[in-house]
């Protein structure tokens, strides 16, 4: 037998829809150990100009094909030890094209646990079980066969006994049958649907369901300061006067008394406490079962159950809120397995098709149900952190604020917030603790330490951290800004400040700033990612970085790894000096590490300033492997060689050279660093011809394409295309807002039933999938990021619930009903509801031909309208939570007439 199995690069080529030969060339250079980003950006030539994505997805594919090979391998070597191995069996598990089929193929050999159908098989009876099922001369009396089989010994008393045992062992060899489990696995997938009701934590009370924590002493529980009453009660015995304590006895019985007044006192506060810590956990329970009241009375086909809802019905499963099961129709399920299973002219058919409901209730339904379970679960898990990984390559790609010093705040309530301010390179100048509630003289004190430290350090742009009191830092801000700094030139800004805290306390941010508390690190992190977010925010865990979907319910190392690739992306697509980089941000470089990263830094602060990129090969542990990975990534800016400031590789210098020459240039005056030059030279009539200077430099047309864009541009920041951060002087109030008016929004975070988006309110409003664009739009990602400018309207204001509903379809553009309107998502669906069909959708640009009015009209023609569940009378009144969007425009709808009435 081979050591190695061949992967098939056609059939990777395919399922990829590339060429089998730039598949084939990206596959080469993986493994040759280039890096993706290198690869992307450096061998375009070999690979046909693949992009990223691209050469990832060949990336996923192969590791993922030369598992499955070891695996064959494994499997092939196991059934061969065991004599097994047929031409037949070996052709099909090499063969095998995924996972699941190669499983179902071993699953006969695999080694068994002491299950009905092994103790059978100890008893002796495989041989009569095998006779049966190929419907030998022999076991057509199967009860005089059965009689030869007796044996107290092995309990088998009679031939009752031994025709069971026979039925196990023939459960087990349906059950391992894998056509039968080929097909019944995609039925499940095309009929079954996943049903959830009440689960036992649902109705129990949180004091039942923390028992166990209360006995522990219930540790993870605050201490609660003393009430009024015991605190009086503690002045008092404290004020106690020195003479009277020394006239009292010491065992005389005043002492006595207050002994008993301080045990009255502590057992009073220990009372109190428990009280307290019972409470919260009455009202943490409660809000748990609130979230999933939607699923207690809940159906949907498989098929159409979105992704964020499997994430939640397995949160609620794991909280014991909810139980889960899979449904079918049994009685197909049950034909599947007797057609597949027994010939109709098989002399035993009739006991053959006995065994087939304990097959599929005790073997095979349970086995696939949690098969699928996982499958959805695994599914819906990567489309988290895919939906992770697009918002934050969005924010780190955000577009650096440049030449600005910075006051940023981190908000905070009770100890107060912290302010920094920050030069033009993210140095702290100084940094100052304010409040923003409470005494009024607290609040006065904090307007004049703002204005003092704005006024005495030329800030021109404010940074507000976006967690608890952000928005009362930003009325103080607004209030300043409009009064006793109305006539400077100042703005603020929202910024995310997800993962702040984290990296205050780090042992990076001790490091980088060990002359401040970690409270102002916090500040000075969400000023820099003002500055460069890029910078900044390589210096944090990733998944800390709050713009992901059930992020904390991921796998932390796919989740780690997945987020890991987009920084290096980020990183490696922006570029960075090597003069100024961190550690942080330089171990993201491609071809570097940790370690490489830090003695690159320490190299830089023994010796100064790197004047060339060839410099850089003398740093410790950087050979001329790593120099080739890295060099292009690394730009040394104000050095000796103009070209070590621009994307182009050192090993395409010589052509750079001969490329300037060609068209009347020099390096000197073709690579201005300190300014972007916009327009390509001029030299000579009309653009060169790429493909004939191509032939004569004996270069790759991409490769030229890359340098002549080099030199147009050299120092060009890619971030520049995206949108800058949204700054404003003024606050934006519920009051202001009006039905209709339109309001521009700045999206923070994109999720699967629509975006997010900060229009100056104390809370991200919602403008639905179903408000983002007149077309049909499949998932939101298709038209917005994180970070977007959008114009918005708004559809509807809760004053009460302090809501808005916002919409980006422009007022009397809306689709009508007869136009296609999407129906609104519902997070979940009752049993008396038909689930909604899902539609297929085109991908990205060409979304408005495949989806547009027309045929939505043609699909909407035959479809009937679903009945809605009424809402119920607490919503209406606001005193029940609405869990899903149907009840949100009922609620809407039905205060209409009111408002039109007034």
């Not at 006995?354 to 696939?368: K, M, Q």
Request: glycine share 6%.
């Amino acid at each position: 037998m081979d050591s190695t199995l061949p992967i098939n690069t056609g059939a990777l080529a395919n399922s990829l829809g590339l060429a089998v030969e730039q598949v084939a060339r990206a596959v080469e250079l993986l493994d040759d150990g280039n890096t993706v980003p290198f690869i992307t950006r450096y061998r375009k030539d070999q690979t046909g100009g693949l992009d990223e994505e691209q050469i990832r997805e060949v990336q996923a594919k192969l590791v993922a094909a030369r598992q499955l090979a070891e695996r064959k391998l494994t499997i092939l070597k196991s059934i061969e030890s065991q004599q097994k191995l047929t031409p037949q069996l070996a052709r099909l598990v090499e063969n095998a094209d995924t996972t699941k089929r190669l499983e179902d193929l071993y699953l006969p050999f695999k080694p068994k646990k002491q299950t009905r159908a092994e103790q059978a098989r100890e008893k002796g009876l495989e041989p009569f079980a095998r006779e049966i099922l190929s419907g030998q001369d022999p076991a057509r009396d199967l009860e005089s066969r059965a009689a030869d089989y007796l044996s107290p010994e092995h309990e088998l008393n009679s031939t009752r006994d031994v025709l069971a045992g026979v039925t196990d062992l023939i459960a087990e060899f349906f059950s391992e049958h894998a056509d039968l489990r080929d097909k019944l696995r995609h039925a499940l997938r095309k009929h079954g649907k996943l049903v959830s009701g009440k689960g036992p934590a649902a109705d129990v009370t949180a004091q039942e369901q923390g028992t166990g924590a209360e006995r522990g002493g219930a540790v993870d529980v605050a201490p609660v300061s003393p009430g009024p009453s015991v605190a009086a009660e503690a002045a008092d015995e404290s004020s106690t006067s020195p003479a009277a304590a020394t006239e009292t006895e010491p065992n005389g019985p005043d002492a006595s008394n207050e002994e008993n007044e301080g045990d009255a006192a502590k057992a009073a506060l220990r009372a109190q406490r428990r009280a307290q810590r019972k409470s919260k956990k009455e009202q943490r329970h409660k809000k748990l079962v609130a979230s999933f009241t939607n699923y207690f009375e809940f159906e949907e086909p498989l098929g159409q159950l979105p992704h964020h809802r499997v994430l939640a019905i397995n949160r609620g499963e794991k909280a014991r809120v909810l139980r889960v099961k899979l449904d079918c129709d049994v009685d197909l399920l049950t034909r599947i397995a007797n057609e597949t299973l027994v010939d109709a002219g098989h002399p035993h058919a009739e006991f053959l098709l006995g065994a087939i409901p304990d097959v599929l209730g005790r073997l095979l339904l349970p086995s696939l149900e949690r098969e699928l379970r996982r499958e959805m679960t695994d599914a819906a898990e990567q489309h988290a952190i895919d939906v992770f990984a697009v918002n934050l390559r969005k924010l780190l790609l955000q577009p650096p604020v440049c030449g600005r010093r910075v006051l940023a705040i981190d908000p905070g309530f009770r100890s107060g917030c912290k302010a920094a301010v920050l030069n033009e390179f993210g140095m702290p100048l100084a940094h100052a603790v304010v409040f923003v509630v409470g005494k009024e003289e607290k609040i006065q004190a904090a307007r004049k330490t703002l204005a003092e430290l704005i006024q005495a350090h030329e800030v021109s742009a404010i940074a507000i951290g976006n967690g608890t009191a952000s928005r009362e830092v930003e009325q103080l801000v607004s209030s300043l800004l409009g009064e006793e700094l109305q006539s400077l030139d100042i703005s603020y800004v929202m910024v995310n400040e997800a993962g702040a805290s984290v990296y205050s306390t780090s042992e990076l941010g001790r490091e980088e700033l060990p002359e401040l508390d970690p409270v102002h690190r916090s500040a000075v992190s969400i000023g820099r990612r003002l500055l460069d977010p890029l910078s900044e925010l390589v210096k944090i865990n990733p998944s800390n970085i709050g713009v992901g979907l059930y992020q904390h319910d991921l796998k932390a190392k796919h989740l780690r790894d997945s987020l890991d690739a987009v920084v290096e992306s980020c990183v490696n697509y922006v570029g960075v000096d090597v003069n100024t980089a961190s550690p942080a941000l330089l171990r993201y470089v491609s071809g570097l590490n940790q370690l490489k990263a830090r003695r690159l830094v320490e190299y830089r602060q023994e010796r100064g300033p790197f004047r060339t990129r060839e410099e850089i090969k003398a740093v410790p542990n950087i050979g001329e492997a790593t120099f080739v990975q890295a060099a292009g990534f690394l730009k040394v800016n104000a050095g000796t060689n103009p070209l070590d400031a621009t994307w182009i590789h050192p090993e395409s210098y010589d052509v750079a050279q001969q490329v300037l020459s060609k068209i009347g240039e020099v390096p000197q005056s073709a690579v201005i660093v300190d300014k972007v030059e916009e327009t390509p030279p001029q030299a000579t009539d009309g653009e060169p011809d790429v493909a004939a200077l191509s032939g004569e430099l004996g270069v790759g047309e991409w490769t030229l394409r890359d340098i002549l864009l080099d030199l147009t541009r050299p120092s060009r920041d890619p971030r520049e295309d995206f949108e800058a951060p949204a700054f404003r002087r003024g606050i934006m109030k519920l009051d202001d807002l009006s039905p209709g008016m339109e309001v521009p929004g700045t999206v923070s975070n994109v999720v699967d039933f629509g975006a997010f988006v900060d229009i100056g309110l104390s809370d991200s409003g919602l403008v639905h999938i179903s408000r983002l664009s007149r077309n049909y739009v499949k998932s939101p990602h298709e038209v917005v990021s994180v970070g977007d400018k959008l114009r918005l309207w708004v559809l509807e204001i809760d004053k009460q619930r302090r809501r808005v509903s916002l919409t980006a379809i422009e007022p009397g553009t809306e689709p009508t009903s007869s136009q296609g309107k999407r129906a609104e998502g519902r997070p979940a669906k009752s049993k008396s509801r038909s689930a909604r069909k899902p539609k297929a959708a085109s991908r990205g640009a060409k979304q408005s031909k495949a989806h547009g009015a027309g045929a939505a009209k043609k699909r909407r023609k035959s479809e009937k309208p679903k009945p809605v569940k009424p809402i119920t009378q607490g919503m209406e009144e606001g005193t029940e939570p609405m869990r899903t969007f149907s009840d949100l425009m009922q609620f809407y709808d039905k205060k209409k007439p009111d408002s039109q009435d007034q």
